[in-house]
């Protein structure tokens, strides 16, 4: 027991050090689990999620977090840049 918070603090250190994203790997795990309800989902089941490509939903965040979507300049004229 006593070394359970050494391992914690190593695995999350080693987590930090992988060379993938962790929020990919997360969010593609994410749409493994919802594609795999889909092909199980019974005719009377709840609805199972259904989650765009990581790309997409990255685009969509970047848009949320700085309020310009890519593409479009700052003063929101696509025109411009």
Same mark, same amino acid.
């Given at each position: 027991?006593?070394?359970?918070?050494?391992?914690?603090?190593t695995l %999350? &250190? %080693?987590?930090?050090?992988?060379?993938? =994203?962790? +929020?990919?790997?997360?969010?593609? *795990?994410?749409? =493994?689990?919802?594609? @795999?309800? /889909?092909a199980t @989902? &019974?005719? $009377? *089941?709840?609805?199972?999620a259904t &989650?765009? $490509?990581?790309?997409?939903? +990255?685009? @969509?965040?970047?848009?949320?977090?700085?309020?310009?979507?890519? *593409?479009? =300049? =700052?003063? *929101? $004229?696509?025109? /411009? /840049?």
């Amino acid at each position: 027991m006593r070394r359970c918070p050494a391992l914690c603090i190593t695995l %999350l &250190l %080693l987590a930090g050090c992988a060379d993938t =994203s962790m +929020e990919r790997t997360l969010y593609n *795990g994410m749409r =493994s689990t919802a594609a @795999q309800c /889909r092909a199980t @989902q &019974l005719p $009377d *089941g709840p609805a199972c999620a259904t &989650l765009p $490509d990581y790309e997409y939903y +990255e685009r @969509q965040r970047t848009e949320a977090a700085t309020g310009i979507s890519p *593409g479009v =300049s =700052s003063t *929101g $004229d696509p025109r /411009r /840049r």
